[in-house]
DNA sequence: ACGGATGTTCGCGC
DNA sequence: CGCGCGAACATCCG
């Protein structure tokens, strides 16, 4: 689930769900996602607790609280933010549970178990030093291709691999880098040293592109790729290998392992330049 | 049934 | 420091 796109409308959600709430319990099962945290002092720091601002930067989540408690969440590789009534059973893999004042309940659910949920008091992002070294965030700050270039030309690695280097750029995962290279019609297979500063811009009009559209479709709620069975892939080249390729409809959309991630791309669109 | 793949990130070693 | 690799974990798909 979890890039840039997902993880805002989470924020958009749990900003609709906090507002002027408060939390009345919290209770988690263990597990690393609360590390270094037990779930007993996550309640001691937060019940009583009223929501003040939930920020996103990349894929990151900051909670604050009434008193300066914060909350550090990511969501990992399954992770997501569920609502439901205090009388609704708990939906599968709910890992963690803030309970409001007003009869609902939010569940921290994840398959996997790779999120975090943290407490940084204060809820300064510069408080954690794998925070501090993210990039700018393509939504919220934009993307300089004067500086993306400057990063870019002194990687050797593939553009693609690079690309998902959060401190780089903050948000952009395995999805939307290969989203963002077919419609910038770059090869993803070329050293991120290569790329002109042209391309470069090419590449920045891409993400957000690719990440605006995303927002948009989830906000309108016909698209769900998580889950929902029968919901259609959203994407243009993601997870379609073997398909034609949306744009020449010349050849076949092709997938090949960078960095052990799965990359997705029109060989005939995106050449080597 | 089993091997392989799954949207992320961190830490280790060269 | 840059980079590649494996690990963390649980499920699903063919």
Redesign the pocket.
Known sequence: ???LP?VEIAAVNLRRWTKGRRVSALDAEPS?ITRPHSAAQLARALRGRRFAAIERH??NLMFSFSGGAGVHS?L???GKWLRRREDEPAPRFSRLRLHLDDGHVLHYCD????GRFRLVPGARFAALP?LAALGADPLHDGIDPAVLHARLS????PVK?AL?D?SLLAGV???YASEALFRARIDPRRRASSISPGETAAIARAIVAAMRQAITRQMSPEIV??EEPGSKNPFRVYDRAGEPCPRCRKDKLRRIVQ????TFFCPRCQRRA
């Open positions: 689930m979890p890039e997902e690393r990349g894929k990511h990992g590789m399954t398959l996997r178990l790779f794998e002194r990687t050797r690695r691999v998902m959060q995962g395995n999805i790729y998580v960095a052990q991630r799965s």
